[in-house]
C-alpha cells in the first residue's frame, strides 16, 4: 500500500501502481469524467500513469492552468494527426501548449498551403476526436527512436532527438499517429469537443534564421462548444479594442521606421495623458515620503559591469556606444538603478536617515527582437515609473508594505480591480541564473511572503520568475476581457548594494549595507498605456482624458460665445476643444462620440442667451440644459469621485 495526499491535506491508502485516474473514480465518477492529467509530488503526469511511491496528488481539470496546458498540447498531437492524414508526408517540428491554446511547426515540403484550408482541418481533427482514442506513453530508446524517425524521413524530429540521452526519451500515440513527446497527455481525444484554427505565420526551425522556414498553425480548442463560441466573440471584442488601432484613431502615439522600430513617438494627446499618468504618480510619491531625482540615458559601461546587467544582458542589448577616447565606452540606459545606487553614495548615510527613497520617471532601452516588438507592450525604449528604496533590514517588511498600498492605490484610480499577486521566485534548481548567497536570497524572499500575507494579498507563487538580483511581487492584473497582464513589480534586493559598496552608520557607530527595494507601480508607462487603452476601449477616466470636452458650435455665429465658454473651463484646470468646422451639428456629434471625447458642449442661439450649455456625455447621450457654473462643478465632481 502506498500513501496518496490529496490538496485538502487528506492521506488515502491505495495498492501500490494505483493511476491517478483510478484515484479520481475511488472519489466520484463525475470527478473522474473531468480528469484531464494529475500532478504528481510538483510534476504533472498522464492520469493513467502508475504511481509506485508514497506521493502528493492533485487531480487537474479544464478549470486548473495545468491541465488545460495538457489539454491544449494534446489538441496540437490532434492537429498533426488531421494533417498527416490530409497532407502525407508533412513533417513536424515542435507542438506546444501555449496561454491561449496551441501551435505546430509544419513542413509542407514543396506544398503551398493557405489558411482557406482551416475549416477542413477542423473538421478532421473533430472527425477524429470523436475516436477517443487514447493517448498512449511508450519509452523508447534513442536507437529505436532514431530508427523510427529516419524511416519516416522526418529530420525535424532527428534532430531534436540526437540532444536527448537514451533513457530519457518517450513517444505518444494516438489514433494512426506517433510522435516524440515527454507528455503529458490527456485521457483520449473524446475530451476535444469544438476546434477553432487562428491563425499562421512563418517559424525558422529552431529560431535559425540560416534553417528552413517552416509554418506555424496556432489554434485553439475547448470542451463545450459554448466555449469556443464565447472565445471567438472575446478576440473579436479584443480587436476592437486593439491598442495600436485606438491608438491611431484617438491620435495618441506613433511609430516611424525612419526613427526606429519599436520606438513610439508620443503625439500631443498621447503626450497629454501620459503627463497626467506622471503627475498623479509624483504627487502620491510626494505624500509618501519619495525624492525625486534626473539621470543620464547613457552610462559608462563599467556601471552595468558592476551591476551585473551587463553579464546577464550585455550580448542582447544595445551594443555599447564607443567614444573617441580609446577604449572609452557607454550603454544606452537598460535599468535606472545603478544609477540610483550612484546617487545613494554622494554622501555619508546614518541610521538615522533611512529610508531613502529616490524616484524617478526614467527612460531605459532594451534591444528586443523585431518580431517580438508588438505596439506599446513591447518597445526597444520606455520609461519607468521607478523607485528604489534603501533601508535597514528592519525596515524592509514595512516599506514594502507601503509599496504594496501605493499599487493598489494606483489600480484603484484607474478601475484594475481584478487582480492577484504573484510571488517570483528563483529556480531551485538552476541557481547559477541568479548573484547573491543563499542567505540573502532567503531573507528577501520571506520579507516579500510575509508582507503579502499581512496584506491579504491573494497570491501564487511561481519559481524561475525571479529577477537576477532578488526575489519580486508582481501583478498580474486582469482586464475588462479578462486577460490577464503582468503590471506593477516589486523586487528585494541584498545583491546591488554589495555589489556598489553602499552603506550607513548604525546606532553602534559601524558600517552596515542598506537592503533595496526597487519599484515601479505602472511597469512601464508605454505597456501600462496600452493595457489602459484596451481595459477601457480608449474610454478613459475623466481625469485622465487628453479632451475632457469639446464645444459643438451650431454655427459661426456663436464661436466668440464657444471662445469665452472654452477660456473660463481651461481657468479651472479643464482641458478640450472647440469643433470651428463648417459641419451640421450631427456629423460634429457622431465625430465627437467615435474620439470618445467624455463631454459635448452644444451652443446655440438659446445658449447663448441664456449663458448655458447642452450637453452631452459620450455613450449616456442627453444631460439637459446647464449653466457653465453647473457644467463646472459636474467635472469636479465626477473627477473628485
Not at 250 to 279: D, I, N, Q
Request: hydrophobic share 35%; with cysteine; net charge negative.
Amino acid at each position: 500500500m502506498i500513501n496518496i495526499t490529496l490538496p485538502d491535506g487528506s492521506i488515502r491508502q491505495y495498492d501500490k501502481g494505483i493511476t491517478s485516474m483510478q484515484i479520481a473514480q475511488s472519489i466520484s465518477e463525475g470527478l473522474a469524467r473531468n480528469v484531464l492529467a494529475a500532478e504528481v509530488n510538483g510534476e504533472v503526469w498522464d492520469a493513467s500513469r502508475p504511481i509506485e511511491e508514497d506521493s502528493s496528488v492533485k487531480l487537474l481539470t479544464w478549470n486548473d492552468t495545468k491541465g488545460k496546458s495538457t489539454y491544449w498540447h494534446s489538441s496540437a498531437h490532434l492537429m498533426a494527426e488531421a494533417l498527416e492524414a490530409l497532407y502525407p508526408g508533412t513533417k513536424f517540428g515542435i507542438g506546444p501548449a501555449i496561454e491561449t491554446g496551441f501551435y505546430y511547426d509544419v513542413d509542407f515540403g514543396d506544398r503551398e498551403f493557405s489558411s482557406e484550408e482551416f475549416k477542413k482541418i477542423e473538421d478532421k481533427m473533430i472527425e477524429l476526436a470523436k475516436t477517443k482514442s487514447e493517448y498512449i506513453r511508450k519509452p523508447v530508446s534513442k536507437a529505436d527512436a532514431i530508427e523510427y524517425f529516419t524511416e519516416k524521413g522526418d529530420e525535424y524530429k532527428l534532430d531534436l532527438i540526437k540532444d536527448l540521452p537514451d533513457g530519457s526519451i518517450t513517444f505518444y500515440t494516438q489514433g494512426n499517429f506517433t510522435d516524440l513527446c515527454r507528455g503529458p497527455h490527456i485521457p483520449n481525444t473524446g475530451h476535444i469537443k469544438a476546434v477553432k484554427l487562428m491563425s499562421m505565420g512563418g517559424a525558422y526551425w529552431r529560431g535559425d534564421e540560416s534553417r528552413k522556414q517552416l509554418t506555424r498553425i496556432y489554434g485553439v480548442t475547448f470542451p463545450k462548444a459554448s466555449e469556443l463560441a464565447e472565445y471567438v466573440h472575446l478576440i473579436e471584442e479584443a480587436k476592437k479594442r486593439d491598442h495600436r488601432k485606438l491608438g491611431k484613431e484617438l491620435e495618441l502615439f506613433a511609430f516611424s521606421e525612419k526613427v526606429g522600430m519599436g520606438l513610439p513617438l508620443w503625439l500631443p494627446k498621447g503626450t497629454a495623458l501620459r503627463e497626467r499618468l506622471v503627475r498623479f504618480m509624483q504627487t502620491a510619491q510626494v505624500k509618501a515620503g519619495y525624492e525625486q531625482v534626473i539621470t543620464p540615458h547613457i552610462g559608462h559601461k563599467n556601471l552595468y559591469i558592476t551591476s551585473g546587467h551587463y553579464e546577464k544582458y550585455g550580448a542582447d542589448s544595445f551594443q555599447p556606444i564607443k567614444t573617441p577616447q580609446e577604449g572609452e565606452e557607454f550603454l544606452l540606459k537598460p535599468m535606472n538603478c545603478p544609477h540610483h545606487c550612484e546617487i545613494y553614495k554622494t554622501k555619508p548615510r546614518s541610521y538615522k536617515d533611512l529610508p531613502v527613497r529616490f524616484a524617478e520617471f526614467g527612460t531605459v532601452y532594451r534591444y528586443e527582437q523585431s518580431g517580438e516588438l508588438h505596439g506599446l507592450t513591447r518597445v526597444r525604449g520606455f520609461t519607468q515609473d521607478d523607485a528604489h528604496l534603501f533601508c535597514r533590514p528592519d525596515q524592509v517588511k514595512d516599506e514594502f508594505k507601503k509599496v504594496i498600498d501605493l499599487v493598489l492605490y494606483t489600480f484603484g484610480a484607474l478601475g484594475f480591480d481584478n487582480y492577484t499577486a504573484q510571488v517570483s521566485l528563483r529556480d531551485p534548481e538552476n541557481k547559477s541564473k541568479y548573484i547573491g548567497s543563499d542567505e540573502t536570497w532567503a531573507l528577501a524572499e520571506s520579507a516579500i511572503i510575509e508582507a503579502a500575507k499581512e496584506k491579504g494579498l491573494p497570491t501564487v507563487i511561481e519559481y524561475g520568475e525571479a529577477a537576477f538580483y532578488g526575489p519580486k511581487l508582481d501583478f498580474m492584473v486582469k482586464d475588462a476581457l479578462g486577460r490577464k497582464w503582468q503590471l506593477g513589480t516589486i523586487q528585494v534586493d541584498y545583491n546591488l548594494p554589495e555589489r556598489f559598496e553602499l552603506e550607513y552608520t548604525g546606532s553602534d557607530n559601524q558600517k552596515h549595507r542598506p537592503v533595496m527595494i526597487h519599484r515601479a507601480p505602472f511597469g512601464s508607462l508605454e505597456r501600462f498605456v496600452a493595457v489602459l487603452i484596451e481595459h477601457c476601449a480608449g474610454n478613459f477616466p475623466l481625469w485622465l482624458s487628453p479632451e475632457q470636452f469639446i464645444i459643438l458650435p451650431i454655427s459661426e455665429k456663436y464661436e466668440d460665445y464657444a471662445k469665452k465658454l472654452s477660456d473660463e473651463l481651461k481657468d479651472s484646470d479643464i482641458c478640450g476643444l472647440i469643433d470651428f468646422r463648417d459641419e451640421k451639428i450631427g456629423r460634429k456629434i457622431r465625430d465627437a462620440e467615435v474620439k470618445k471625447i467624455p463631454y459635448m458642449l452644444i451652443v446655440g442661439e438659446k445658449e447663448a442667451a441664456e449663458g448655458k450649455v447642452s450637453v452631452r456625455k459620450h455613450g449616456a447621450g442627453d444631460m439637459g440644459s446647464m449653466s457653465i457654473e453647473e457644467f463646472k462643478q459636474q467635472i469636479i465632481k465626477e473627477i473628485t469621485v
